[in-house]
């Protein structure tokens, strides 16, 4: 069945550092692909996506590119900062009538200054 | 962000009562949906609704009823729940197009059963 694996966390930076979360899916067909956001307390909010190969989302100072030779659909950001400290979602859906999000189980950033 | 607000945040109950989840969305969207997110495990989908039409149940147990009374509204009745049933329970909309569709979330309303 379709899923997404993600990097195991918690990652751990310091201010300005450079990050990468990985992030790879198994579908078939050409899903779109998303990484949301949920800050402590709150509910996810959608950070990018992307809806074909080699495309890149980008917001915030945050990419990710979606790579369907490698099934993989890395987030990275240069120079993070305090304020990203956050859990990380990467998630699929299959462009078709009643499909719901397939979520990774998130990957734990926390950035100290 | 207030295009999708859920309420109540936070709920306590015990596994005898019946309460209710209440979702809207201010967006215009068509389709409308229940997740549940436990502690070390992925974001799990319970229910969806297109137009108002139940189109997913994901083998959630009975306990769990949901309404879409309209296309803005979406409730979740709870009943006899169990403590295992502690969660956060989030509700996403979309509008439903041929092709990708974006959900977007509310803050959730976490729920502790005793």
């Known amino acids: 069945g379709d899923s997404v694996t993600q990097m195991e966390g918690p990652v751990t930076l310091s201010e300005e550092a450079f990050l990468t979360i990985n992030c790879t899916y198994t579908a078939t067909g050409y899903p779109s692909l998303f990484w949301y956001v949920q800050y402590p307390g709150e509910g996810l909010q959608l950070l990018l996506k992307?809806?074909?190969?080699?495309d890149k989302g980008s917001n915030k100072g945050f990419e990710a590119t979606y790579r369907k030779e490698t099934t993989s659909f890395h987030l990275e950001k240069g120079s993070v900062q305090v304020s990203d400290s956050a859990v990380y979602f990467c998630a699929l859906l299959k462009n078709q009538a009643g499909t719901a999000l397939i979520f990774g189980k998130g990957t734990t950033l926390s950035v100290s200054s | 962000e207030t295009g999708v607000t859920q309420t109540p945040r936070h709920l306590v109950m015990g596994m005898t009562n019946k309460k209710s989840l209440k979702c809207e969305q201010h967006?215009?969207?068509?389709?409308m949906y229940w997740y549940k997110q436990s502690a070390k495990k992925p974001l799990e989908l319970m229910f969806v609704y297109n137009f108002k039409e139940q189109t997913e149940n994901n083998s959630v147990p009975s306990r769990f009823s949901p309404e879409c009374p309209n296309s803005s509204h979406l409730f979740l009745h709870l009943h006899t729940l169990q403590p295992e049933d502690s969660a956060l329970y989030l509700c996403?909309?979309?509008?439903?197009?041929?092709?990708?569709?974006?959900?977007?979330f509310g803050p959730g309303t976490r729920l502790l059963v005793l």
């Open positions: 992307a809806t074909k190969a080699d």
């Open positions: 967006l215009g969207h068509n389709a």
């Open positions: 996403a909309s979309s509008h439903r197009f041929q092709g990708s569709e974006t959900q977007y």
